[in-house]
């Protein structure tokens, strides 16, 4: 949908970019990264209101790369997702920015809940 709010997707993998665009494709203006280094690219270009972040990246850490999100995007909200994200401390993640997790495997009725509710919370922040 081209015309909802916009949410990022960053994943190293192109299976999970692909089901999590089909599930959020339809109410969100999804875009798409596979690297911190598009993250950064796609969020400067785009008014990112959520980001759903990889919890691992491949060789790039994903509490690394929440960090510099964070610190370039303040208002965005960034959700850490993946199956690390039961391992990590909540409280860490909270600490370098992230508004919340959404650990795998995820139901799809709560991913858009948790997104639209980010979605609104972030247009509240910039009135």
Do not use: Q
């Amino acid at each position: 949908m081209l015309g909802g709010p916009t949410v990022l997707v960053v994943d190293d993998n192109l299976s999970i970019l692909e089901a999590l665009g089909v599930a959020l494709d339809d109410e969100f203006n999804v875009r798409f990264a596979r690297s911190i280094y598009e993250a950064i690219r796609e969020a400067g270009k785009n008014d990112v209101r959520v980001l759903l972040l990889d919890d691992d990246l491949g060789h790039e850490s994903g509490v690394d790369a929440l960090n510099l999100l964070h610190l370039l995007f303040p208002k965005t909200r960034i959700y850490v997702t993946g199956a690390l994200t039961r391992l990590l401390d909540y409280e860490t993640l909270l600490a370098n920015g992230a508004t919340g997790t959404l650990p795998k495997p995820w139901n799809v009725e709560h991913l858009r809940a948790t997104v639209r509710a980010g979605c609104i919370r972030r247009a509240g922040a910039n009135t």
